[in-house]
């Protein structure tokens, strides 16, 4: 039998029906025994960023004004559209619990702030792990009728039973030690309590874990917790200007939650091709999320 039809969007979708069908989804939490995720796909039709948002963007996570496009925009550029996908009646999932584990982005060459960006995305198939199933959001930016910028992000549909709040505690082992300490280099962050409810603005990901105390408690989190795209984009933000004016890779994995307000120090060392970072706590112990951003 051939496959769902994939979907394809002249404009970026509204993202309130969207958010209504997650919030009021009766799906399962869990792939039954034997079921995948169908291959699926979406595709919105090549278009520039608007200019005010593209500056509110830059703003909130720390990207200086230039001619292209944040490394980590073309991830919000599609937001609705993963939206549009992810509660879409062929997906089997409720979108609402999803964890968000790693995030991979090829940055091909850097992308100008006027060039349309055909984009598209696709899911499919999973993978079993200790914490439950994870599966594979992926996203491409075509510029030019070819590929500029591509994205993987993982996400984990979590084992029955498993904490809902958190994620398993990982150890300090997680977090490199530089080879060479004298090249270490420190940046705290201060993170607003409504630092959640603006990147939701900006992002169009509006998920209760990020907007409250009240509604992330509904979910079992303390108080609210920063988007990791946020995060990324601030790591981004920080490291890229001292890797690479054009092709990157940047890879995260995700570790612990940031709760609203906080701080957090940001650490990064030498590594070949670029810079290993840590996102840390405020006793910079405890890694919320650590990676690499290199030149492609």
């Not at 062929?90 to 964890?99: D, I, N, S």
């Amino acid at each position: 039998m051939p496959g769902p039809t994939p979907l394809s969007f002249e404009r970026s979708p509204a993202i309130w029906p969207s958010l209504a069908r997650a919030v009021l989804s009766r799906r399962p939490a869990r792939l039954a025994s034997g079921e995948t995720i169908p291959a699926l796909e979406a595709r919105l039709a090549p278009g520039l960023p608007d200019p005010g948002h593209l500056e509110a963007y830059r703003e909130l996570c720390g990207f200086e004004p230039d001619e292209r496009l944040p490394l980590t925009y073309p991830h919000v550029l599609a937001g609705p559209m993963h939206l549009a996908l992810l509660t879409s009646p062929a997906f089997p999932l409720k979108l609402l619990g999803l964890v968000h584990l790693r995030n991979r982005i090829e940055a091909e060459r850097a992308v100008g702030q006027r060039e349309p960006l055909d984009l598209r995305c696709r899911v499919g198939g999973h993978r079993d792990s200790e914490r439950g199933q994870e599966f594979d959001l992926v996203t491409e930016a075509r510029a030019g009728g070819r590929v500029a910028w591509i994205e993987t992000s993982t996400m984990l549909a979590r084992r029955g039973g498993s904490p809902a709040a958190r994620p398993a505690r990982p150890t300090l082992a997680v977090v490199p030690a530089p080879a060479a300490p004298a090249g270490v280099r420190n940046c705290e962050l201060k993170l607003a309590a409504d630092l959640g409810r603006r990147y939701a603005r900006v992002s169009g990901d509006y998920n209760p874990i990020h907007l409250s105390g009240v509604t992330a408690r509904l979910f079992g989190f303390r108080r609210a917790i920063i988007h990791g795209m946020w995060s990324l984009a601030r790591i981004a933000a920080e490291l890229q200007p001292r890797v690479s004016a054009g092709g990157v890779v940047l890879e995260v994995a995700f570790k612990l939650p940031v709760l609203l307000p906080s701080r957090v120090v940001l650490r990064d060392w030498p590594r070949q091709g670029g810079l290993g970072f840590a996102l840390l706590d405020e006793a910079g112990e405890r890694p919320h999320a650590t990676g690499r951003m290199v030149a492609g």
